[in-house]
């Protein structure tokens, strides 16, 4: 059987860490939240991450915007936010309702703020190994994987999925502590050939039951990054947790693997903003 990630009490000890330092800075860090429209999962989403800034004594701006908001006006919103010295960190949520183009949004996002690291400055020092911010979700992984002292050196590493937040960055990251990546994806053919091979196997696809016990290596280190609902409606991940973690050495549940590293890890890159702000 394998060994489960608590990633709830991980976060919880970096949420502490982040508290302590934060509460030595001269000034509260400041996160500005950006909601544009009503998605539900969303608002879910946005509401948890200010949650964790109230317990990491961060303060949080809320901005919710009504979903017809022009680009213009959101635009002007970020550049009043870039000037705005309580702001550390700037953080849109995505995805924007379909006349919003994400891409322009978050080049508009000054690059010391980008606490979410898509902005391609910071995409670039993360590639080059130079980062100022970590990616939330994939430093979420990495933080899970030392805690559990998982090796990653020499070890052959497959991500599935090529998302700019998470499988591209993850990918990076990866191979910055010299695993051996092989990213899949939807045009992939014949993925169970590569995730057999797989020491370490991170799914951030959104697919119900993709990872299943035969595309896994007995012993495997198995990272589940998706937030899907079974047909129950209950959260779920990409793999398939009960019939995979007897085969597994170590497995992250959904809910309460990735999820809350990913908030924990956006308050620690806050906490750097902020840092860096002051020094
Ligand atoms: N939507 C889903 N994940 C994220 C995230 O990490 N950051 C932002 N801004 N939006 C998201």
Known sequence: MAVKIDGTALAAKVKHQVAAEAAALSRRPGLA?????????????????????????????GYRLPADT?????????????????VDGILVQLPLPGHLHAETVIHAIAPDKDVDCFHPFNVGRLVTGDP??????????MEMLDEYAVPIRGKRCVVLGRSNIVGKPMAALLTQRDGTVTVCHSRTEDMAHYTREADLLVSAVGK??????????????????????????????????????PKASYITPVPGG???MTRAMLMRNILTAAQNHQA
Request: proline residues 5%; glycine residues 12%; hydrophobic residues 40%.
């Open 70 to 86: 022009g680009e213009k006006d959101l635009l002007d919103l970020i550049r009043q936010l870039n000037g705005d010295g309580r």
């Open 132 to 141: 100022v911010f970590l990616p939330c979700t994939p430093a979420g992984v």
């Open 208 to 245: 119900t039951k993709l990872v299943t016990p035969d595309m896994v290596k007995a012993g495997a280190v198995v990272i589940d990054v998706a937030m899907n609902r079974d047909e129950n409606g209950r959260l779920c991940g990409d793999v398939d947790f009960a019939a995979v973690e």
């Open 258 to 260: 990735v999820g809350p």
């Open 33 to 61: 939240v950006v909601l544009v429209g009503e998605d539900p999962a969303s608002k879910v989403y946005v509401a948890g991450k200010e949650r964790d800034c109230a317990e990491c004594g961060i303060e949080s701006f």
